[in-house]
């Protein structure tokens, strides 16, 4: 059995209310947009995801960003997690992500989170997205228990969970 139900399709387009942005899987031809994106907000986002996944090391390269988002991309065709990019609507930067995966810790069937580049934290687009992930999830996917990481639980809290067996 896995985390998500056979006959789940994940959606592919996903409007941000309120704004001229949407959300899409990440694929590998995003890095010319996703390095810049991840790597002008890196200190911010190593404070966030830093101690839980070791993301994005200070030295990353563009060719590592290339091969973390073709496995992301191959994940997602697999189903067994989502990274979906925060894109303007001609798709020329990316502006954040948000992550759906299966649960690494007890307590949640679905682990979700987000991120917007620096520019955009405190504003209105930021507001909009923090509105839309967990209306979306809750609309559009099969979980009971989503947890929402560095919302509903800090990642500190979530580190100390017992690990999903």
Known sequence: MTWLPEEFVHPVHVPVPGTALHLRPIREADTPLDYPAVMGSRERLWEIFGPAW????????????????LRHEMEIAAHQSFNYALLDEGETAILGCVYVDPPERTGSDG????????????????AAVDALVPQWIAADWPFRQPRYLGRDITWQDWLALPRVP
């Open 54 to 69: 070791a993301w994005p090391s200070e030295t990353m390269t563009y060719e590592e960003d290339r091969v973390d988002l």
């Open 111 to 126: 682990e979700v989170s987000w991120w917007v580049v620096d520019d955009l934290v405190g504003s209105e687009v930021e």
